[in-house]
C-alpha cells in the first residue's frame, strides 16, 4: 500500500495531541463491516457505508473502496460516461492508475498518492477508466470514492475540478513517529490539507505502525469516522477493535485514537486507515442513482435535464469510439 511514504516520519511535521488533562477522547458508537459489489463495468469495491445511517454520516452520502485486486492483462475495468448533480466526488487512489475526463475538461490519469476531486454541482458528465496500458498488463488496483454532499445553497453551483497530485499532500507524524498521516483536506491541529471543499471536512490516510497510537484533535461539532484499507487495531476510548473493511463510527469528543495493534499479517505489515469527518449539513437528502439533492422532484428533474442534454455532453473525440 504505498500511496505517498517517506524513509524517516521523525523528519515530518508533528501533530501536538491534545492535552489529556482537557481533552474529550470520543467513544466509538458502531463498528460496521463493508459488503462486496461491483461497480461500473464489473471492478469489485466495499460499501463502507453500508447499514449506516444518514444521519450519523452527513456530510457524506456514500464510500467504496475499490479494490484492492491484482489484475490479470485484460481484466481492468472502469465506468462508462455517466452524470452527476448535487454533491462532490473524492477519487484518492493508493495503487495504480485511473484515468479520469469529464465534460468541462477536467481530468487526467490518477496515480499512487493522487486525489482527484469534482465538483458535480448543476450538473456534469464524466468517466473513470484504466489507460490502455494497464488493461494489456494488468497490475494491482486500489483506491476510495467518496461522495459529500452538498449543501442546497451549492447544489446547482458551478462544477470544478481539482486534482491533488501526491506531492501537494500534506505529509504529518504524530509526536513519536509511529505514524505517517497524510492530510489531504482540511485540518489536523494547526496543519492544513491542499483539498479546497464547499462543505468543511478533514480527509486523512493514516499508516500506523505495529503497535503505536494515534491521538489527534478533531472538531467537537463535526462527526468522525475511521475506515480500515488494511491490518488490525482498535479505536475509540474504548479501544474496539477492527479490521480491514470496517467502518467505526464515533460518538462525541474532540480527541480521535487509534491504534495498530503489535502484530500484523504479512500482506498488511502496518495499520492503514482512512480518517473522515465533517461539519453535518443537517438537510433533506435524496439520493438516487447518480443524483443527491434535497427531494425526489428535484432528483426527476435531475434525470430530465440529463436526458435533455443539460448536464453537458460527452468530448466530441468519444463519440467516434
Not at 232 to 252: C, H, I, K, M, N
Not at 280 to 290: D, L, Q, T
Amino acid at each position: 500500500m504505498p500511496a505517498v511514504t517517506v524513509e524517516d516520519t521523525l523528519a515530518l511535521p508533528r501533530v501536538d495531541a491534545p492535552d489529556p488533562a482537557v481533552r474529550t477522547v470520543r467513544p466509538v458508537t458502531s463498528v460496521t463491516t463493508a459488503p462486496a459489489g461491483l461497480e461500473g463495468e464489473g471492478f469489485p469495491v466495499r460499501r463502507a457505508f453500508a447499514g449506516v445511517d444518514h444521519a450519523t454520516l452527513d456530510p457524506f452520502v456514500h464510500m467504496d473502496q475499490m479494490g484492492e485486486v491484482e489484475y490479470a492483462p485484460g481484466e481492468p475495468k472502469g465506468t462508462p460516461w455517466h452524470p452527476h448533480r448535487g454533491f462532490e466526488t473524492v477519487t484518492y487512489m493508493i495503487d495504480g492508475t485511473f484515468r479520469h475526463q469529464d465534460s468541462i475538461g477536467g481530468g487526467g490519469l490518477i496515480t499512487n498518492g493522487d486525489t482527484q476531486w469534482m465538483t458535480a454541482g448543476a450538473g456534469i458528465l464524466h468517466i473513470e477508466a484504466p489507460p490502455e496500458e494497464l488493461v494489456a498488463s494488468g497490475g494491482l488496483f486500489h483506491g476510495i470514492q467518496l461522495w459529500v454532499n452538498l449543501p442546497r445553497a451549492n447544489k446547482m453551483a458551478a462544477p470544478r475540478y481539482q486534482d491533488i497530485g501526491a506531492g501537494h499532500v500534506r505529509l504529518l507524524t504524530t509526536p513519536d513517529g509511529g505514524a505517517l498521516l497524510r492530510l489531504i483536506a482540511g485540518n489536523l491541529g494547526e496543519h492544513q490539507g491542499p483539498g479546497v471543499t464547499h462543505t468543511p471536512i478533514t480527509l486523512v490516510h493514516a499508516t500506523v505502525s505495529p503497535g503505536a497510537e494515534v491521538v489527534l484533535p478533531w472538531e467537537a461539532d463535526w462527526n468522525a469516522l475511521a475506515y480500515v484499507l488494511g491490518g488490525d487495531g482498535s479505536v475509540g476510548a474504548e479501544g474496539r477493535p477492527v479490521r480491514t473493511g470496517q467502518l467505526a463510527v464515533y460518538g462525541a469528543g474532540d480527541t480521535l485514537v487509534l491504534r495498530a495493534s503489535p502484530h500484523q499479517e504479512a500482506r498488511t505489515p502496518q495499520f492503514d486507515v482512512l480518517l473522515l469527518g465533517g461539519r453535518p449539513i443537517r438537510e433533506p437528502v435524496f439520493a438516487y442513482g447518480p443524483f443527491v439533492m434535497n427531494t425526489r422532484a428535484e432528483v426527476a428533474q435531475a434525470f430530465e435535464d440529463y436526458q435533455a442534454g443539460r448536464l453537458g455532453q460527452v468530448p466530441a473525440e468519444h463519440l467516434t469510439r
